[in-house]
């Protein structure tokens, strides 16, 4: 299994410019989240989903859209990137919570290192 | 609004110490609690994972207790070795209403163990 996996793994955008940053699991997990990691900020919570077909905002969702179209995948769109949202960007997936035999424990992935000019 | 907050946010050690790493946090309405390491310019590995009605979880080396009525946890790591050396994040979710499956991290303890 490969686990959570991210694509790209860096990224340098102009300000303006849109992306798109895909999240893929192996692993049957029903949650999945996009958090951003900033220096003396921690780990932030951008967007969520708990299903195929569904999103929900977090902590900072300002400037990014989701979308969950495969159980498997999970995407973070920037429409104009802006340089506060240089950043590291994790995807992360969990098993879901309402399951007797749950962790819930969640896994990470390798990142993606993204710069706006 | 849960704030957890990890002490020390430094530490270096010999190796072969044993050292305890702390991490509160302000709502004890959690479902777990998760403790993770992340490597320089790399994602986060799960460590460990503690459910609200336990009270300690061991792996190898590592340790890990909760006592949510008074909001603590600690990461207790035996006999160090420099591939210890990384950042140790704690992080606890949520157990409903707004924060109904959200994690919320520390800023995390970053830890040297020098040969």
């Known amino acids: 299994n490969a686990g959570v996996t991210q694509t790209p793994k860096f990224r340098v955008l102009k300000t303006g410019q849109s992306m798109t940053l895909l999240c893929a699991q192996d692993?049957?997990?029903?949650?999945m989240y996009w958090y951003r990691q900033d220096p003396g900020m921690g780990l932030r919570l951008i967007h969520y989903?708990?299903?195929?077909?569904?999103?929900a905002k977090g902590e900072v969702p300002d400037g990014y859209n989701v979308s969950r179209l495969k159980k498997q995948n999970f995407l973070l769109g920037l429409e104009s990137a802006a340089p506060s949202q240089t950043s590291v960007y994790f995807c992360?997936?969990?098993?879901?919570?309402?399951?007797?035999?749950?962790?819930?424990?969640?896994?990470f992935g390798p990142g993606t290192r993204l710069t706006v000019l | 609004k849960q704030e957890v907050t990890q002490i020390p946010a430094a530490l270096s050690v010999p190796e072969g110490e044993n050292l305890v790493l702390n991490c509160s946090f302000t709502?004890?309405?959690?479902?777990?609690l998760q403790w993770f390491r992340q490597d320089p310019g790399k994602g986060l590995t799960s460590l460990l994972l503690?459910?609200?009605?336990?009270r300690e979880q061991t792996s190898g080396r590592l340790n890990a207790s909760l006592d949510k009525s008074s909001g603590r946890s600690t990461l207790y790591i035996a006999a160090s070795q420099p591939g210890d050396s990384a950042t140790y994040l704690c992080?606890?979710?949520?157990?409903?209403?707004?924060?109904?499956?959200?994690?919320?991290f520390g800023q995390g303890t970053i830890l040297t163990v020098h040969p």
């Open positions: 992360a997936s969990s098993d879901t919570q309402t399951s007797g035999r749950a962790r819930n424990e969640q896994f």
């Open positions: 692993m049957n997990h029903e949650y």
């Open positions: 989903s708990v299903g195929e077909g569904t999103t």
């Open positions: 709502d004890s309405a959690i479902y777990n």
């Open positions: 503690i459910q609200s009605s336990q």
């Open positions: 992080a606890v979710r949520g157990a409903g209403g707004t924060s109904y499956g959200k994690l919320t």
